[in-house]
């Protein structure tokens, strides 16, 4: 990149491709020092495109060019330029373009394109990974059926892989053979996919609806094949749903999966060859969590569902990207409700899209649904591409309904099956089925930022009227002012509690009769100011607002106590019922962190403490909902909805809190944790996890109180009981969720003594010594130290990063501990500024190997608007630091120079 400035690409400047591809052939020919590819395309002139005599220009980078020929002559020199992102030539309208490039995969650290792995070849080719590996129309609306053959040693690699159905094999001499692969569906080159190397397979197979037989193949390293049946068994739940909810049935006769360790995402959802991220696809009780478990059927799920929505039906360029993504996170959030518990799903959905989402939309990479421009869009696989995309959708499943959003999606299948379109197409099939108009509703997808709603009201009790005044606006993003944004067209879900009962919902001028029974309504807000009148309001109610979190904004509105208390104990919706708890929570300690910045020692309000002592009392309740009420809110949700961060108060007085809440309900988290703390074969079922999460969530309180009570009387104990059932539980448990739960309550305890010391510190060794040779059962145990809430930390992460078991070129280990850091308040933002300097040098570091992922651990820095002014300058200062750095890729350029 050197110091050309990377250019910027814009949607309005969007053209068709001058040129499509009809077939393409590829050969590679694997060898231990250079991939040899050779490209066979058949080039048509796109009838679409209007320019005449344009040439012919091909995508591709860091390719050494051997041959290029038309028709079978080969081009002299002169007879085409290259540069380095591209390969020009003059050719007829149609011809067959034949290329052979050599690459060199086993130096590829980026992991875009041909790369290895542990050994094994593989592919990476979203977003523009493909021009890595041959020249090519590397861009999504150029679609093309692919036959793909490999060429490799025999033993090394006895396994290879491409996309669509084996067509033929054979072998070679000096040890080596080759597969042929043919994909009969035309797909865009980022769904291309290859590998190579030595699996282990579970094979299983599925009937389709219309009675088609489907092999299932899940592909992983031989050691690892005792952790693919959760995998297998998500899958097979996953095409059943997507069969059952959108009448989509799977087209190949083949699916597979391959597990690989380096991988720079998730999972990558390759036509017919899923490609995954190890994280993302192994799961057994002993050595995964239920977050694990639920994360591999979420992912399993998420990639099966793009065979329909982003592969049959595919992107036009790369700003749709939320077309085929914020519908499938979409997809995926569902199908896991409908398999496990919808209430606690939401819940967890809505907290991180409130963490981490509107964090990324209150910085300085803000951008909308639909982004206008980019520098590189690797850098635009964000939360609000995929979660904020996804809430854009469930809205519009919101305002339709189930049944007419299903014949939309039907119609947006049935039209555009075969096609690369924009999400401009996929709200037209919604409004062609609602014959609704969406012009409004399509702000969503063009104007960034949160949208904040006001809401004020007023009763009158003698005309037994209650008024809901609603307000909006959107604070100014990099693509538009405050003042230049319209109004946002989105549903508000809501119901009126009153004297402990959600009371029916009457608007002025309907009959009172026909809606006695409907406590729940759904108000459609288009306008900056709106008015709803309610009739028979027996009392002055409080509001439940935004049931199920039916709109991605923030709620402002001024509530007491308890308010707050009414809506915790009465709220017929689980998602506001969670929501006042956690507001609750935020106003007690609004209030701790104002006393401890004056310095001042306050009473705590038991209000909070007395609620959850209902909730606990409560045996009818989830228990995983009693588990989400127990949580306090994060300290990235304290830290994203505070004006200014001030990190040690936060800290300070979320713990507080917390000590308070656990020597306050001490008897009733220990009657909790016996009566569930019963010794069961481990089962990943919503029930089983949620008694885990509460057994769990009791034990952390109790070691809280301990600790609490020791520093109270400031003694340094000798005994410690608690953290000795920590450490019981720690050691003997028969899964990862309760042995891991255990040592990080153990570990990120204060230690007030030598005891707990001991305990931490055997702990820690013992779960290395007996998990060090199962990597991602490692990454937890970096994860758990670089996560230790003290300033300390850092130096153990500067330690542990010559840790045999840390890799800077494995992303995981990266996300692990380089990553948990940066999450970590209070060693990160350590006021000498060593947490960001740390971060910096990491961030140089991974520019040169892998720029993707060194874009993505920059984030916290960029927030430096949120901090004092002492903290922004010096994380200004590191993020300059970088921006100065040589060499600087296209994705890290982007992310400084817009957040400075
Ligand atoms: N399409 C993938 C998904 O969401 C995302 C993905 C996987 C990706 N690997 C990537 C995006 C590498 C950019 C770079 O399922
Ligand atoms: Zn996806």
């Not at 060898?31 to 320019?51: I, R």
């Not at 002559?73 to 290329?99: F, H, K």
């Not at 127990?630 to 990235?636: D, G, M, Q, T």
């Amino acid at each position: 990149m050197a110091d050309v400035q990377p250019q910027t690409i814009f949607l309005s400047d969007y053209q068709v491709p001058d040129f499509l591809i009809e077939k393409t052939d590829l050969i590679f020919s694997l060898q231990e020092t250079e991939t040899t590819v050779t490209s066979t395309l058949l080039v048509k002139k796109n009838s679409a495109s209007e320019k005449t005599n344009a040439p012919l220009i091909l995508h591709g980078e860091n390719l050494t060019l051997r041959s290029i020929a038309i028709d079978g002559r080969e081009l002299a020199e002169d007879e085409y330029q290259v540069d380095a992102e591209t390969l020009a030539l003059t050719v007829s309208d149609q011809c067959i373009v034949t290329c052979v490039t050599v690459i060199k995969p086993q130096e590829n650290t980026a992991l875009e394109g041909l790369y290895k792995s542990s050994g094994m070849y593989c592919t990476q080719c979203e977003a523009e990974g493909f021009r890595k590996i041959t020249y090519y129309l590397d861009r999504p609306d150029v679609m093309s059926v692919f036959s793909t053959k490999i060429i490799a040693d025999k033993t090394l690699y006895p396994l290879l892989l491409s996309n669509g159905n084996l067509v033929n094999q054979g072998e070679l001499d000096n040890n080596r053979h080759w597969a042929q692969w043919y994909d009969p569906f035309k797909k865009p080159a980022y769904l291309f996919a290859l590998v190579a190397g030595d699996l282990a397979l579970v094979e299983d197979g599925f009937t389709t609806q219309s009675g088609r037989e489907i092999t299932l193949r899940i592909y992983v390293e031989e050691k690892d094949i005792d952790k693919c049946d959760h995998a297998m068994q998500s899958l097979k739940r996953a095409m059943r749903w997507d069969e059952e909810v959108y009448g989509r049935e799977y087209d190949l006769d083949l699916f597979m999966i391959v597990a690989v360790d380096d991988f720079n995402m998730g999972a990558m959802e390759n036509k017919g060859l899923n490609i995954f991220n190890t994280s993302c696809v192994l799961a057994k009780p002993e050595t995964t969590t239920d977050a694990g478990f639920q994360r591999v059927e979420g992912v399993v799920a998420h990639e099966y569902f793009h065979n329909w929505s982003g592969n049959r039906v595919t992107c036009r360029d790369w700003f749709q990207l939320s077309l085929k993504e914020g519908f499938t996170v979409f997809r995926d959030e569902e199908f896991s409700s409908d398999m496990g518990s919808r209430a606690v799903k939401r819940i967890e959905d809505v907290a991180f899209l409130r963490t981490t989402q509107f964090a990324e939309d209150a910085g300085p990479m803000a951008h909308p649904v639909q982004p206008p421009s980019f520098i590189e869009i690797s850098n635009f696989y964000t939360l609000t591409i995929y979660e904020k995309g996804a809430e854009v959708v469930r809205m519009i499943h919101t305002l339709l309904g189930e049944y007419l959003f299903r014949e939309g999606s039907d119609l947006y299948f049935q039209r555009h099956d075969g096609q690369a379109v924009t999400i401009n197409d996929f709200i037209d099939a919604m409004e062609t089925v609602s014959k609704r108009d969406f012009t409004q509703f399509k702000h969503w997808y063009t104007q960034a930022g949160t949208p904040v709603v006001t809401v004020t009201d007023s009763y009158n009790a003698k005309a037994q009227e209650y008024t809901l005044t609603i307000k909006q606006s959107c604070p100014s993003t990099p693509e538009a002012t405050e003042e230049q944004k319209h109004a946002f067209h989105f549903p508000l879900c809501m119901g009126l509690v009153a004297e402990g009962k959600n009371i029916p919902l009457v608007l002025a001028g309907e009959d009172a009769e026909s809606f006695s029974s409907v406590t729940n309504r759904l108000l459609e807000i288009t306008e900056s100011e709106q008015t709803f009148v309610f009739t028979h309001v027996p009392s002055k109610p409080v509001p439940s607002l935004f049931r199920q979190f039916s709109a991605p904004v923030r709620l402002s509105i001024q509530r007491t106590r308890e308010d707050y208390l009414q809506l915790l104990a009465y709220d017929e919706d689980s998602f506001c019922r969670w929501d006042a708890g956690q507001q609750l929570a935020v106003s007690i300690i609004d209030e701790l962190v104002v006393a401890y910045q004056q310095k001042k020692m306050i009473e705590i309000d038991p209000v909070l403490l007395e609620g959850l002592r209902v909730v606990l009392a409560d045996n009818t309740l989830d228990k995983a909902m009693v588990s989400l009420l127990l949580s306090l809110p994060s300290e990235a949700y304290l830290s994203e909805i505070a004006t200014v961060v001030d990190v040690d108060a936060i800290h300070f007085a979320r713990q507080q809190l917390a000590e308070f809440l656990a020597l306050g309900l001490h008897e009733e988290l220990l009657a909790g944790y016996e009566a569930l703390n019963v010794e069961e074969t481990y089962q990943a079922s919503a029930d089983a996890i949620a008694k885990r999460s509460l057994k769990n969530a009791a034990l952390s309180y109790l070691l809280l109180a301990e600790t609490a009570k020791n520093a109270s009387k400031h003694i340094s104990s000798t005994d410690s009981p608690i953290a000795k059932q920590c450490y019981q539980q720690f050691a003997t448990a028969n899964n990862m969720t309760d042995s891991f739960s255990a040592l990080k309550s153990l570990v990120h305890s204060v230690p007030e003594g030598k005891v707990i010391e001991e305990y931490q510190e055997k702990a820690l060794a013992e779960f290395y010594a007996k998990w060090q040779h199962e990597n991602l059962v490692v990454n937890q145990w970096l994860s758990v130290q670089a996560t230790i809430p003290h300033a300390s930390t850092l130096e153990k992460i500067k330690t542990l990063m010559a840790h045999e078991s840390f890799s800077m070129t494995n992303p995981n280990k990266v996300r692990a501990l380089i990553g948990a850091f940066t999450q970590n308040l209070v060693a990160f933002h350590q006021p000498s500024g060593e947490g960001y300097r740390f971060l910096a040098e990491q961030v140089i570091a991974l520019n040169k190997t892998n720029p993707q992922i060194a874009a993505r651990i920059i984030a916290p820095l960029t927030r430096w608007k949120k901090y004092d002014s002492h903290r922004q300058e010096l994380m200004k200062t590191y993020l300059l630091q970088i921006k100065e750095s040589p060499n600087l890729s296209k994705d890290v350029y982007e992310v400084v120079s817009k957040s400075l």
